[in-house]
Protein backbone atom coordinates (compact mmCIF):
# COMPACT_ATOMS: atom_id res chain seq x y z
CA UNK A 1 0.00 0.00 0.00
CA UNK A 2 1.60 3.35 -0.24
CA UNK A 3 0.73 4.82 3.14
CA UNK A 4 2.78 1.93 4.01
CA UNK A 5 5.24 2.53 2.29
CA UNK A 6 5.21 6.18 2.67
CA UNK A 7 5.28 5.73 6.22
CA UNK A 8 8.26 3.45 5.82
CA UNK A 9 10.48 5.70 3.83
CA UNK A 10 9.51 8.65 6.33
CA UNK A 11 10.71 6.66 9.23
CA UNK A 12 14.10 5.04 7.30
CA UNK A 13 15.08 9.25 6.58
CA UNK A 14 14.71 10.33 10.45
CA UNK A 15 17.50 12.14 12.02
CA UNK A 16 19.51 10.00 14.72
CA UNK A 17 20.61 11.21 18.22
CA UNK A 18 22.85 8.91 19.46
CA UNK A 19 25.46 6.60 17.74
CA UNK A 20 24.33 2.83 17.03
CA UNK A 21 26.39 0.29 18.81
CA UNK A 22 27.51 -3.15 18.05
CA UNK A 23 24.21 -4.94 17.78
CA UNK A 24 24.64 -7.52 20.52
CA UNK A 25 21.77 -9.19 20.95
CA UNK A 26 18.66 -8.23 23.55
CA UNK A 27 15.65 -9.09 25.69
CA UNK A 28 13.48 -6.30 24.80
CA UNK A 29 13.46 -3.83 21.33
CA UNK A 30 11.43 -1.18 22.72
CA UNK A 31 9.63 1.95 20.52
CA UNK A 32 8.91 4.40 22.33
CA UNK A 33 6.24 6.15 20.27
CA UNK A 34 5.35 9.71 21.66
CA UNK A 35 2.36 11.85 20.74
CA UNK A 36 3.54 15.57 19.70
CA UNK A 37 0.28 16.52 18.23
CA UNK A 38 -1.52 20.10 18.60
CA UNK A 39 -3.28 18.70 21.55
CA UNK A 40 0.44 18.61 23.59
CA UNK A 41 1.32 21.83 24.46
CA UNK A 42 5.18 22.59 25.03
CA UNK A 43 4.73 22.14 29.12
CA UNK A 44 3.22 18.74 28.41
CA UNK A 45 6.03 17.85 26.04
CA UNK A 46 8.14 18.84 28.82
CA UNK A 47 6.67 16.56 31.21
CA UNK A 48 6.10 13.42 29.21
CA UNK A 49 10.24 14.06 27.98
CA UNK A 50 10.88 14.46 31.25
CA UNK A 51 9.34 11.38 32.35
CA UNK A 52 10.75 9.31 30.20
CA UNK A 53 14.25 10.53 31.40
CA UNK A 54 14.09 9.90 34.59
CA UNK A 55 12.33 6.35 33.95
CA UNK A 56 15.68 5.61 32.74
CA UNK A 57 17.83 6.71 35.79
CA UNK A 58 15.52 4.79 37.99
CA UNK A 59 17.82 2.30 39.77
CA UNK A 60 14.52 -0.42 39.46
CA UNK A 61 14.20 -0.13 35.90
CA UNK A 62 18.01 -0.29 35.06
CA UNK A 63 18.10 -3.50 37.19
CA UNK A 64 15.22 -4.91 35.31
CA UNK A 65 16.32 -4.22 32.16
CA UNK A 66 19.90 -5.52 32.76
CA UNK A 67 18.50 -8.85 34.86
CA UNK A 68 17.12 -10.96 31.64
CA UNK A 69 19.31 -13.67 30.11
CA UNK A 70 20.67 -11.09 27.51
CA UNK A 71 21.69 -8.61 30.35
CA UNK A 72 20.28 -5.74 28.16
CA UNK A 73 17.16 -4.24 26.13
CA UNK A 74 17.22 -1.59 23.13
CA UNK A 75 15.56 1.49 23.14
CA UNK A 76 14.38 4.37 20.17
CA UNK A 77 11.85 7.05 21.02
CA UNK A 78 9.71 8.41 17.84
CA UNK A 79 7.74 11.96 18.24
CA UNK A 80 5.00 11.84 15.73
CA UNK A 81 1.85 14.08 14.90
CA UNK A 82 -0.12 14.38 11.60
CA UNK A 83 0.64 12.18 8.32
CA UNK A 84 3.95 12.28 7.51
CA UNK A 85 5.24 14.33 10.92
CA UNK A 86 8.05 11.67 12.37
CA UNK A 87 11.18 12.95 14.00
CA UNK A 88 13.57 9.80 15.83
CA UNK A 89 14.73 11.99 18.71
CA UNK A 90 17.08 8.47 19.93
CA UNK A 91 17.78 6.44 18.06
CA UNK A 92 18.50 2.63 18.55
CA UNK A 93 20.34 2.39 22.12
CA UNK A 94 21.39 -0.81 24.06
CA UNK A 95 20.50 -0.03 27.91
CA UNK A 96 23.23 -2.93 29.54
CA UNK A 97 23.81 -0.90 32.72
CA UNK A 98 23.96 2.76 34.34
CA UNK A 99 25.95 4.55 32.38
CA UNK A 100 23.95 3.30 28.69
CA UNK A 101 21.08 4.31 30.25
CA UNK A 102 22.16 7.65 31.37
CA UNK A 103 23.27 8.33 27.68
CA UNK A 104 19.54 7.40 27.03
CA UNK A 105 17.97 9.73 29.27
CA UNK A 106 20.57 12.61 28.55
CA UNK A 107 19.66 12.22 25.20
CA UNK A 108 16.12 12.46 25.89
CA UNK A 109 16.05 15.11 27.71
CA UNK A 110 17.87 17.05 25.02
CA UNK A 111 15.24 16.23 22.79
CA UNK A 112 14.00 19.40 21.13
CA UNK A 113 10.21 19.57 19.86
CA UNK A 114 10.87 19.89 16.40
CA UNK A 115 7.84 18.72 14.57
CA UNK A 116 5.03 21.09 14.13
CA UNK A 117 2.01 21.01 16.03
CA UNK A 118 -0.21 18.75 13.91
CA UNK A 119 -2.84 16.07 13.46
CA UNK A 120 -2.81 13.28 15.69
CA UNK A 121 -1.95 10.41 12.87
CA UNK A 122 -1.72 7.34 15.82
CA UNK A 123 -2.02 4.44 12.84
CA UNK A 124 0.79 5.82 10.38
CA UNK A 125 2.39 6.44 13.88
CA UNK A 126 2.26 2.60 14.41
CA UNK A 127 3.42 1.80 10.67
CA UNK A 128 6.49 4.17 11.40
CA UNK A 129 6.98 2.73 14.84
CA UNK A 130 6.91 -0.91 13.42
CA UNK A 131 8.75 -0.27 10.35
CA UNK A 132 11.38 1.47 12.80
CA UNK A 133 11.66 -1.88 14.86
CA UNK A 134 11.58 -4.08 12.02
CA UNK A 135 15.40 -2.21 11.25
CA UNK A 136 16.53 -2.80 14.97
CA UNK A 137 19.94 -3.84 14.52
CA UNK A 138 19.93 -5.43 17.94
CA UNK A 139 18.48 -8.94 17.58
CA UNK A 140 15.60 -9.10 20.07
CA UNK A 141 13.64 -11.74 22.43
CA UNK A 142 10.58 -9.65 22.19
CA UNK A 143 9.42 -6.31 20.38
CA UNK A 144 7.31 -3.72 21.53
CA UNK A 145 5.94 -0.28 20.49
CA UNK A 146 5.12 1.59 23.59
CA UNK A 147 2.74 4.40 22.50
CA UNK A 148 1.87 7.22 24.19
CA UNK A 149 -0.61 10.21 23.53
CA UNK A 150 -3.73 11.83 25.17
CA UNK A 151 -5.96 11.53 21.97
CA UNK A 152 -7.64 9.38 19.43
CA UNK A 153 -6.44 9.38 15.72
CA UNK A 154 -7.89 12.12 13.70
CA UNK A 155 -6.01 12.18 10.62
CA UNK A 156 -4.43 9.55 8.03
CA UNK A 157 -4.61 6.01 8.40
CA UNK A 158 -6.85 4.23 10.75
CA UNK A 159 -5.48 3.20 13.95
CA UNK A 160 -6.59 -0.19 13.43
CA UNK A 161 -4.44 0.01 10.03
CA UNK A 162 -0.84 0.49 12.57
CA UNK A 163 -2.18 -2.28 14.07
CA UNK A 164 -2.63 -5.02 11.92
CA UNK A 165 1.23 -3.73 10.15
CA UNK A 166 2.71 -4.34 13.74
CA UNK A 167 0.66 -7.64 14.67
CA UNK A 168 1.93 -8.42 10.88
CA UNK A 169 5.70 -8.22 12.28
CA UNK A 170 4.78 -10.29 15.42
CA UNK A 171 5.14 -6.47 17.48
CA UNK A 172 3.39 -6.23 20.83
CA UNK A 173 1.87 -2.82 21.42
CA UNK A 174 0.96 -1.62 24.45
CA UNK A 175 -0.26 2.05 25.03
CA UNK A 176 -0.59 4.84 28.07
CA UNK A 177 -3.95 7.29 27.89
CA UNK A 178 -3.52 10.15 29.09
CA UNK A 179 -6.99 10.82 29.88
CA UNK A 180 -7.57 14.55 31.27
CA UNK A 181 -9.29 15.47 28.09
CA UNK A 182 -10.27 12.77 26.62
CA UNK A 183 -12.23 10.18 29.54
CA UNK A 184 -12.67 7.20 27.06
CA UNK A 185 -9.30 7.47 25.49
CA UNK A 186 -8.22 4.20 27.47
CA UNK A 187 -11.29 2.61 26.04
CA UNK A 188 -10.42 3.64 22.71
CA UNK A 189 -6.96 2.47 23.33
CA UNK A 190 -7.86 -1.38 24.42
CA UNK A 191 -10.76 -1.09 21.45
CA UNK A 192 -8.39 0.08 18.63
CA UNK A 193 -4.49 -0.07 19.25
CA UNK A 194 -2.99 -2.19 21.52
CA UNK A 195 -2.14 -5.76 20.32
CA UNK A 196 0.20 -8.96 20.89
CA UNK A 197 0.74 -11.27 24.15
CA UNK A 198 0.11 -9.53 27.17
CA UNK A 199 -0.87 -6.39 25.19
CA UNK A 200 -1.99 -3.57 27.89
CA UNK A 201 -3.34 -0.18 28.40
CA UNK A 202 -2.19 1.95 31.22
CA UNK A 203 -3.83 5.81 32.06
CA UNK A 204 -2.32 9.08 33.65
CA UNK A 205 -5.33 11.22 34.77
CA UNK A 206 -2.94 13.82 33.78
CA UNK A 207 0.46 14.85 32.44
CA UNK A 208 1.58 15.83 36.17
CA UNK A 209 1.14 11.75 36.86
CA UNK A 210 3.17 11.06 33.47
CA UNK A 211 6.10 10.46 35.02
CA UNK A 212 5.38 7.57 37.49
CA UNK A 213 2.62 6.05 34.79
CA UNK A 214 5.76 5.56 32.35
CA UNK A 215 8.31 4.40 35.16
CA UNK A 216 5.44 1.73 36.04
CA UNK A 217 4.58 0.74 32.31
CA UNK A 218 8.22 0.49 31.24
CA UNK A 219 8.84 -1.80 34.29
CA UNK A 220 5.93 -4.03 33.26
CA UNK A 221 6.91 -3.96 29.57
CA UNK A 222 10.53 -5.26 30.59
CA UNK A 223 9.36 -7.80 33.29
CA UNK A 224 7.15 -9.23 30.62
CA UNK A 225 10.08 -9.51 28.01
CA UNK A 226 11.75 -11.30 30.94
CA UNK A 227 9.53 -13.76 30.94
CA UNK A 228 8.52 -14.83 27.58
Same mark, same amino acid.
Given at each position: ? #?? @???????????? @?? !??? $????????? !??? +????????????????????????????????? @????????????????????????? @????????????????????? #??? !??????????????????????????????????????? *?????????? +???????? %?? *?????????????? /??????? %??????? !????? /?????? $????????????????
Amino acid at each position: M #PI @TRRAALASALLP @TA !LPV $ATAEPVDLA !LAL +AVDVSASVDFAEFGLMMGGYAAAFRDAELIARA @TSGPRGAVAVAVLLWAGPGEHDLAV @TWSRVGGAEEAEAVAAAIDAT #PRI !LPPGATALGEALMASAALLARCPFPAARRVIDVSGDGPA *NAGVPARAGR +AAAEALGI %TV *NALAVVHEEPELEA /YYAEEVI %TGPGAFV !LRAET /YEDFAE $AIRRKLLREIGAALVA
